[in-house]
């Protein structure tokens, strides 16, 4: 068990490829936090890192709001002591033809232009 002891943070866990890196990560030993906009599959793959015999704790967030992602990384550190492992897999985005977006989104989702 490569990461015992470790607490893993990962965004968009509630399904998709931050669900399976959230579950690996459980077998592997880490107790993961499971940040997801979706309150229900979020709740869902935290019961999935449980049951791998780790913490789980799953985390409702918007990562495009710098306050419910302050509040995550606050609430996780206050429950499971720590992070050590990061994974920013959540994506956020307007998805439209390019020539569609406003520019209020181009700055919204891609602030470092």
Same mark, same amino acid.
């Given at each position: 068990?490569?990461?015992?002891?470790?607490?893993?943070?990962?965004?968009?866990?509630?399904?998709?490829?931050?669900?399976? #890196?959230?579950?690996?990560?459980?077998? %592997? =030993?880490?107790?993961?936090?499971? =940040?997801? #906009?979706?309150? %229900?599959?979020?709740?869902?793959?935290?019961?999935?890192?449980?049951?791998?015999?780790?913490?789980?704790?799953? #985390?409702?967030?918007?990562?495009?709001?710098?306050? %419910?992602?302050?509040?995550?990384?606050?609430?996780?550190?206050?429950?499971?002591?720590?992070?050590? #492992?990061?994974?920013?897999?959540?994506?956020?985005?307007?998805?439209?033809?390019?020539? %569609?977006?406003?520019?209020?989104?181009?700055?919204?989702?891609?602030?470092?232009?």
């Amino acid at each position: 068990m490569r990461l015992e002891g470790k607490v893993a943070l990962v965004t968009g866990a509630g399904s998709g490829i931050g669900r399976a #890196i959230a579950v690996k990560f459980a077998t %592997e =030993g880490a107790a993961v936090v499971v =940040g997801d #906009i979706n309150e %229900e599959t979020a709740a869902a793959t935290a019961e999935k890192v449980r049951s791998a015999g780790v913490a789980g704790l799953s #985390i409702k967030a918007d990562v495009s709001s710098t306050m %419910e992602t302050q509040d995550m990384v606050a609430r996780a550190v206050a429950e499971l002591g720590r992070i050590d #492992i990061l994974v920013n897999n959540a994506g956020v985005g307007d998805y439209k033809p390019f020539l %569609e977006i406003t520019e209020e989104a181009w700055d919204r989702f891609c602030p470092f232009t």
